[in-house]
């Protein structure tokens, strides 16, 4: 989207779009062609900063920054350095709901590398990720009602924030900034002294009226909640800031836009159409159709209710069955095989096992196993786990297990937003998307 107003010139100019994901980082580098944008070159590398939490032990969720940013220098200097040279905007999104802390004026120091300047985390906590468990709903229930439409969940920005608030209020007073992890990057790369946080974010970390698009403060200064550590908001699609030095060796002053939610950017990346759906499994899966323009969601959410109303693009709203099981319920999976066989004394790399349980499935026809997959909860019903029934002596093969597994991943979303709702909200097709869909032939 930035790169509308990418300046002509003798060489093109070049965009830069990367995403924070939670298991790794992706850089590509969009060139103009008579068709539009096309991607020149593009890079991803694992993150591997899956992190014990001290202090939420098993339940929290916790990843190590300097390994995500340790990443995301790999990719941008795998990427070729004439190509960067002309890069004149970047665009940033990541994953929502987490929370970053850090020092305002050292969130970071500017070093010299092989290809540029460029910056690593000083005084910053660990990325508190969307997956973590720590607020029970016991927990959940003893804060203040949020003024939004979205119902508050484990995961979330601001119920963290509550969370060190009543458990380990020391940790708070470290910091005096806060964002998701892609909206660090954006403070970093800009010098921003106020962090900035897209409407797509903040409604990710709840209490926010995306009506007035701004913070609920009244109600949470009465709590006693720190709101100094609430990041400005501006509209997604706007432009951050500008490139303090030249990173990896693109120009200093290029502009940053504004971080924006991943999953409105994978669904951005493939709706043309007001009658298209889009499904989208890779760590956690989504099911999302776009709401009519003027749309505006209750005032109120229905704690019940599986469908999310996200804010997207130009004040628009997807209408999303979010679950918390997708590709993490594969992960675990074939985490588990991986434990059980090594148990046994054999040794089987968890790549291998991918392929194999795939081919396994893809060789069987059926499975009359019923596999419930919510193994991670859902937001809507965080109490309800995973289950298998109808097990039959016939239907024990790996083969049979791993189909039966794949489709309880679809057949929950399904129950989530079901076929007859979005054919009745106009939807015509639906298009996948999604790392855990593209290598699950």
């Known amino acids: 989207m930035a790169g509308s107003e990418a300046a002509g010139g003798p060489a093109p100019a070049c965009v830069l779009g990367i995403d924070l994901g939670t298991t790794s980082v992706k850089a590509a580098l969009l060139m103009g062609a008579e068709q539009g944008q096309v991607v020149a070159e593009s890079c991803s590398r694992e993150t591997q900063a899956h992190t014990s939490s001290l202090e939420a032990g098993p339940q929290g969720m916790e990843q190590n920054v300097r390994r995500i940013v340790r990443a995301l220098n790999e990719c941008l200097a795998a990427l070729p350095q004439q190509q960067l040279q002309r890069v004149s905007h970047i665009g940033i999104s990541g994953q929502m709901h987490g929370i970053v802390f850090w020092k305002r004026d050292k969130g970071c120091k500017w070093t010299e590398c092989g290809t540029g300047p460029t910056f690593e985390p000083e005084e910053v906590s660990h990325?508190?990720?969307?997956?973590?468990?720590?607020?029970?709903?016991?927990?959940l229930s003893s804060l203040p009602l949020p003024q939004s439409h979205i119902s508050l969940a484990t995961g979330f920005g601001c119920a963290t924030v509550y969370w060190y608030l009543k458990k380990s209020p020391g940790f708070l007073k470290s910091y005096d900034a806060a964002g998701t992890i892609h909206d660090y990057v954006v403070a970093m790369l800009c010098g921003l002294k106020k962090p900035l946080m897209?409407?797509?974010?903040?409604?990710?970390?709840?209490?926010?009226?995306?009506?007035?698009?701004?913070?609920?403060?009244?109600?949470l200064k009465k709590s006693g909640f720190p709101v100094h550590l609430l990041p400005e908001v501006g509209d997604p699609g706007s432009i951050a800031g500008r490139t303090i030095c030249a990173w990896h060796g693109?120009?200093?002053?290029?502009?940053?836009?504004?971080?924006?939610?991943?999953?409105?950017?994978?669904?951005?990346?493939c709706l043309t159409e007001r009658t298209d759906a889009v499904l989208n499994i890779s760590t956690s899966a989504q099911l999302t159709v776009s709401m009519p323009s003027g749309f505006q969601p209750p005032e109120t959410p229905d704690p019940s209710s599986a469908v999310t109303y996200f804010p997207y693009f130009n004040d628009d709203y997807l209408a999303v069955a979010a679950s918390l099981n997708g590709g993490n319920v594969l992960a675990t999976f074939v985490d588990m095989v991986a434990r059980w066989t090594e148990e046994l004394g054999l040794q089987v790399q968890e790549p291998a096992i991918y392929t194999k349980i795939i081919e396994a499935a893809l060789a069987?026809?059926?499975?009359?196993?019923?596999?419930?997959?919510?193994?991670?909860?859902?937001?809507?019903?965080?109490?309800?786990l995973a289950s298998v029934t109808n097990i039959a002596v016939s239907d024990l093969s790996l083969g049979h297990v791993t189909r039966a597994l794949c489709r309880g991943i679809v057949e929950n979303l399904c129950s989530m937003l079901p076929v007859q709702h979005l054919m009745e909200m106009g939807v015509r097709r639906i298009l996948g998307s999604g790392s855990a869909l593209a290598r699950n032939e």
């Open 127 to 139: 990325l508190i990720t969307w997956q973590d468990g720590r607020c029970s709903p016991t927990f």
């Open 198 to 219: 897209s409407i797509q974010n903040a409604a990710s970390w709840g209490y926010f009226n995306s009506r007035s698009k701004s913070w609920n403060t009244d109600i």
């Open 250 to 269: 693109i120009p200093k002053g290029a502009k940053v836009g504004i971080a924006l939610g991943d999953f409105q950017c994978s669904v951005y990346s």
């Open 364 to 384: 069987q026809n059926d499975s009359k196993l019923s596999v419930h997959p919510t193994i991670f909860g859902e937001r809507h019903i965080p109490e309800q």
